[in-house]
Structures are given as C-alpha cells and as structure tokens.
DNA sequence: CCACTCCTGCGT
DNA sequence: ACGCAGGAGTGG
C-alpha cells in the first residue's frame, strides 16, 4: 500500500502525538508477520520517551530517549494510528502501546495494524543497527542531494533492466514503489520498458528528476489512498486524483488522449501510455 | 535475473 | 470461483 510519500505523511501526522511521548505496555497478537515479534523483544522500548520519527524510503523509525528504537515497514496493507482507547482495535491490530503524554495525548494507543501481514516491526537496539538496516537502501528519493542524483543515474545505466523494474530496487533509489515507478516513466517519457543501459544522459537525469517530482506531489497530497491508505490520524491521502497513469487503464491520456495501456512486467502492472511514452 | 512466496480482502 | 492489490525476500 504505501511507498514513501504515504510513509512520510504517516510520519507527519503522528510526529505531535508521539514526539515526547512514553510508550508503555506493549501487546502482540499472536499472528506471525513478516518477521515475528514478542513483548520481550519490545522491552527496550516499554516505559522509554520517543525523541525521533524518522524515514527512510518506505521504512519508519520511532526511535527513543535510550538510542533504541522499532524499525515499521507498511508492507501492502499495514497501517500506523494513534487511536483513543475508547476506539475498539481494528480487526488485525498486531502490535498496540499505550501512549502516556507529558501533554493530552494520554488515553490514546499507538497500533500496527496490517490483514495481510506482510509487513513487521523490528526492534533496534542501538545506532549501530539502525544505521547497518538503513544503509542497506540506496538514497532516499525525497532526500536526494547531487551526489545521490549521479550515483543513482549511474546505477540507473548501468543495468540492462527494464527502468520500471530499477525504479522498484530500495537498493538503487529508496521509497519508489508500483504507483510512483509507473508515474515517474511518464512524467520523464520514457516508456516503463526501456533498458537502463538504452537511456542516454538527458534521459537518466529527467527520470530521476521525475521520480523526484512525482514523489514530492505524493506528499504534498498526503499520499495516494486509491482504496486504503489512511496516515496516523485516519486520514485518506488526495493524490489519486493527480496520478497520470496508474490504475488508469482504458482511460484517455491527460497528455495527448491515447488510450492509457496496463501490461504486467516483472509481476506487477505498470500503466503507459504508449504514445507519450517512448 | 526472473518467478514464486508470504497473507487477507475486494471487485467482477 | 478467480484475479488482483500500494512490498520484498528467497531460491532456482
């Protein structure tokens, strides 16, 4: 479900709720994710006040006041709320805390809640291990700096790979996912097919640049909610209605008014449109 | 590298 | 009943 413009406006939304809170009690279902949790792996983090949210590509980090912290990855349907008590959990609520704030956010829980569990949260217990999951990203496509837009046109020539596909490897640019890949191949024109290797310099730039700009419009909408997608408040993202091609098959072109084509590469759908997009 | 896998839910 | 879904690791 979410890709880094939906990460980062979770990250947002629930920065004033948790930011100098303490969480507390922590409670796991007992359903597998991903990776399996326990309270006991939790325990750092019982009792310790939150000093950072922070984000890289879809990963979210909470980390607290003794250096530890919980890595949350969404997966396709795991969700991050602030909730009052009152509220009964949602049906495949995983992992909940008590939030005790020093200001009016007590009574509230903080809940993982994820129906296909594909995603997970995984505890760090200090900067050496956050830093070691973190490095395994490339650059973070909302945080990109000139050296980070060479090394990932770089990455981006020198593969024989189908760009759509580059685009998708956290390795190469972190945060891009199904939406945003497709979204990006249009706003650069380059159709989601095209080696790599095939992109000459002018065309490597302007799909990193697009994939920047279609990245930074996902959070200026509060993130794309074209079924699911809600942030740490429950509120739906508006960016589905900006999108150029995605989950616009059959429908005209906003460009030239071609018909909008989905194929499936690499087991995902990708949307084009065949005529803007060379 | 690609196809497959982990899951549940929804729309056709 | 079946196909599809915003992710990502794995094993051939």
Redesign the pocket.
């Known amino acids: 479900?979410?890709?880094g413009p939906?990460v980062e406006t979770v990250r947002r939304s629930l920065l004033p709720r948790l930011l100098g809170a303490t969480l507390v009690r922590p409670r796991v279902s007992a359903k597998?994710l991903?990776t399996p949790i326990t309270k006991k792996d939790l325990r750092d983090v019982d009792g310790a006040v939150v000093t950072e949210l922070f984000r890289k590509g879809?990963l979210l980090g909470i980390r607290t006041e003794r250096g530890g912290g919980v890595f949350v990855?969404l997966?396709?349907t795991g969700r991050l709320v602030v909730e009052p008590k009152t509220q009964p959990p949602a049906?495949?609520t995983h992992v909940r805390f008590d939030v005790c704030g020093p200001g009016a956010a007590s009574g509230t829980e903080l809940r993982f809640v994820d129906?296909?569990?594909?995603g997970e949260v995984v505890p760090f217990k200090d900067e050496v291990e956050c830093a070691l999951e973190l490095g395994r990203m490339g650059p973070d496509g909302l945080a990109l700096d000139d050296d980070d837009r060479a090394v990932v046109r770089v990455r981006l020539q020198a593969?024989?790979?189908a760009i759509k596909?580059v685009l998708l490897d956290?390795a190469v640019v972190a945060g891009v996912?199904?939406?945003y890949a497709a979204e990006a191949c249009f706003v650069a024109r380059l159709s989601p097919h095209r080696a790599g290797s095939s992109l000459d310099d002018d065309e490597a730039r302007a799909l990193v640049s697009a994939v920047e700009s279609v990245l930074q419009q996902g959070v200026r909408h509060r993130?794309?909610?074209?079924?699911?997608?809600v942030d740490g408040d429950g509120q739906r993202g508006d960016n589905a209605r900006h999108l150029h091609v995605f989950q616009r098959e059959g429908e005209p072109c906003r460009a030239c008014g071609d018909v909008v084509r989905r194929v499936v590469q690499?087991?995902?759908?990708t949307f084009y449109c065949g005529r803007c997009q060379r």
Do not use: C, V
């Not at 129906?115 to 594909?118: D, I, K, V, Y």
């Not at 993130?223 to 997608?229: E, H, Q, R, V």
């Open positions: 479900m979410p890709e939906e597998k991903r879809k990855r997966g396709m049906l495949h129906p296909r569990r594909f593969t024989a790979r596909d956290q996912g199904n939406i993130g794309t909610s074209f079924s699911d997608y690499g087991q995902r759908s």
